[in-house]
Nanobody, 126 residues
Framework: QVQLVESGGGLVQAGGSLKLSCAASGRSAGTCGMGWFRQAPGKEREFVAAINWNGGSTSYLDSVKGRFTISRDNAKTTVYLLMNSLKPKETAVYYC???????????????????WGQGTQVTVSS
């Protein structure tokens, strides 16, 4: 079992930055693969970024490469998503997810995640 709690969402102007945090707890919190997804109203959930267990390997949605950075602090079992140069179309609920098993490589597919947080709203105004 892994429990996830996101924080850091809010309202930001286009071009601004936000840093999301995901505090994980549970037996495998420090070794499982972690990811961030987002879902805008009326749209399907979308992969944003993923990181492997030790932070040595990451994967990003093409449209966020160079602007978003995923990282993790295993001592605190926390995963972060730093988002720069935000765009209005990136307004969505952002979800943190954990695979639950040993995360050797970043995982992009949502169905491979077993645990999800409650989500945090990110609103980017134009």
């Amino acid at each position: 079992q892994v429990q996830l709690v996101e924080s850091g969402g809010g309202l930001v102007q286009a071009g601004g930055s936000l840093k999301l945090s995901c505090a994980a707890s549970g037996r495998s919190a420090g070794t499982c693969g972690m990811g961030w997804f987002r879902q805008a109203p009326g749209k399907e959930r979308e992969f944003v970024a993923a990181i492997n267990w030790n932070g040595g390997s990451t994967s990003y949605l093409d449209s966020v490469k160079g602007r978003f950075t995923i990282s993790r602090d295993n001592a605190k079992t926390t995963v972060y998503l730093l988002m720069n140069s935000l765009k209005p179309k990136e307004t969505a609920v952002y979800y943190c997810a954990a695979t639950g098993g040993l995360g050797l490589v970043p995982v992009r597919e949502g169905f491979r995640y077993n645990y999800w947080g409650q989500g945090t709203q990110v609103t980017v105004s134009s």
